[in-house]
């Protein structure tokens, strides 16, 4: 049981629904309680279904399919972070909306890159490497279903506290938002040196 909790939690930890809420404060101000809602369902299933796969085929989706070293995914991937961190130290909390642009299929626009990462698929592929099939994708759709309830939830309560007390919602994004470009400029370093130490090592 301790086993199935540690990667559950890995994968949640890395989805980190109070810092990704930060990431699509825009939505979470726009939609009404319902949209949203499908919103984040439709992106939590697309979420859970690209997990399983990797869950399930792991490093051959790459070395395979792609004919593509993961260190590469790491490098690109952290390359990404980085631009994202990057953004949110010089525009803030709009800086997911400037990456995201205008789509109309806006669960997609969730799931890829907000809980879509280099991150989460790396957790993914681990996951798959510890549990048998079926045991994976069971731990991988309850660490989304967590993560897109607690989300649910944040929206309900952004929508209760924010009539009565908008200063505390700017401080939380202002304040989460710096500590999320400083989080996501770390990691993407550490995926990048990841990477090129993968690399490196096959010289």
């Known amino acids: 049981m301790e086993q199935y909790l540690n ?3 890995l994968l949640l930890v890395l989805l980190n629904p109070f810092l990704v809420i930060i990431y699509i404060i825009d939505v979470v101000q726009k939609l009404k309680p319902s949209h949203f809602y499908r919103a984040m369902i439709r992106a939590g299933c697309i979420a859970a279904v690209v997990f399983c796969l990797f869950a ?4 051959a989706v790459f ?13 690109f991937g952290g390359l990404i972070f980085l631009i994202i961190g990057l953004q949110f130290v010089f525009h803030g ?8 642009g205008e789509s109309e299929n806006l669960a997609g626009a969730i799931a890829m890159p907000v809980l879509i990462g280099p991150g989460t698929i790396s957790a993914s592929v681990v996951i798959g490497k510890r549990h048998s099939s079926p045991e994976a994708c069971l731990i991988v759709v ?3 279903v967590v993560t897109i309830l607690i989300m649910i939830l944040l929206k309900r309560v952004h929508d209760f506290v924010r009539p009565r007390n908008e200063y505390l919602i700017q401080r939380y994004i202002e304040v989460a938002g710096r500590i ?3 989080i996501v400029g770390t990691v993407s370093v550490e995926m990048i040196m990841q990477g090129l130490r993968a690399w490196a090592e096959k010289f």
Do not use: C, H, W, Y
Request: zero cysteines; a negative charge; glycine letters at 2%.
């Open 142 to 144: 309850v660490a989304v």
């Open 56 to 59: 399930n085929l792991g490093d």
């Open 63 to 75: 070395s395979k399919f792609l004919q593509a070293d993961f260190a590469s995914f790491q490098i």
């Open 180 to 182: 999320m470009a400083l």
């Open 7 to 9: 990667s559950a939690s």
């Open 93 to 100: 909390p709009t800086a997911i909306e400037i990456l995201r």
